[in-house]
């Protein structure tokens, strides 16, 4: 599906990032695994992927800062000259409530999902427009269109994420450039560790499907989306919760 791609997914080291970064890999793409903290994980998606006779590569970049996410973008260019679907995963999630959230939090939040949706999604474009095609697909989340009470930076952060994309696609069409988001639900990740059972049983009390998502349920919409199948849709927001949300 993904036969030469050059497929950049950040925050590839874990969760729906790495599980992206591997179903690319194994549907012929030439991937890129962004990492900035967790090197060692970054580098064991690496070698499964190479184990598996897929190519894959690792670059080290905050994508919350830009002298990074620059020099991410020329490594790119110098070692494949194009880049073809670009996966805004990296994230973070903290809840805290309006009255106990301090400035830092929030600046925190922002930068990484926010900023770095922007920046990268600001120099994957450039060299898109210059091919002429692409794809970017950025992570949303149902909290980002639903909201969640003690989330409300956090549902900020990927409400942006909704008109970013919309607008984006809008901006870029005519370049044959397609900009999508995904929403995931209640996903199993390091992103739901730290709640106790009972919050997660009551998670999947409100999805119709009785169980909480894997990452490769979101990793499946991201590999259609950056397929030729997915070639007409564009600006669109696509939920994968298990109907929790309608």
């Known amino acids: 599906m993904l036969e030469g791609k050059v497929v950049l997914v950040t925050g590839a080291s874990r969760g729906i990032g790495r599980a992206t970064a591997l179903m690319a890999a194994q549907n012929h793409a030439k991937v890129i ?142 370049y044959n450039i397609k900009v999508n988001a995904v929403a995931p639900g209640s996903i199993e990740t390091d992103m739901l560790k730290i709640y106790d059972d009972e919050i997660l049983e009551n998670l999947k009390s409100n999805i119709s499907l009785e169980r909480l998502g894997k990452p490769e349920d979101v990793a499946n919409v991201i590999i259609f989306l950056s397929s030729d199948m997915g070639n007409y849709v564009s600006g669109q927001v696509i939920g994968v919760d298990g109907c929790q949300t309608l």
């Open 33 to 174: 695994v962004n990492y900035n903290n967790s090197e060692d994980k970054a580098a064991e998606l690496v070698d499964m992927i190479r184990e598996q006779g897929y190519e894959a590569t690792m670059i080290k970049a905050d994508v919350s800062n830009e002298d990074e996410v620059k020099q991410m973008f020329k490594q790119i260019k110098k070692d494949y000259s194009r880049i073809d679907v670009l996966v805004n995963n990296a994230g973070i999630m903290k809840d805290s409530l309006l009255m106990f959230t301090k400035a830092e939090l929030f600046d925190e939040i922002i930068n990484t999902n926010c900023k770095g949706t922007f920046l990268c999604s600001r120099y994957a474009s450039k060299m898109m427009i210059k091919q002429k095609s692409g794809k970017i697909i950025n992570l949303s989340s149902i909290i980002g269109t639903q909201g969640s009470k003690g989330q409300s930076i956090y549902s900020g952060s990927k409400a942006f994420i909704v008109g970013f994309t919309k607008s984006l696609a809008k901006e870029l069409g005519s």
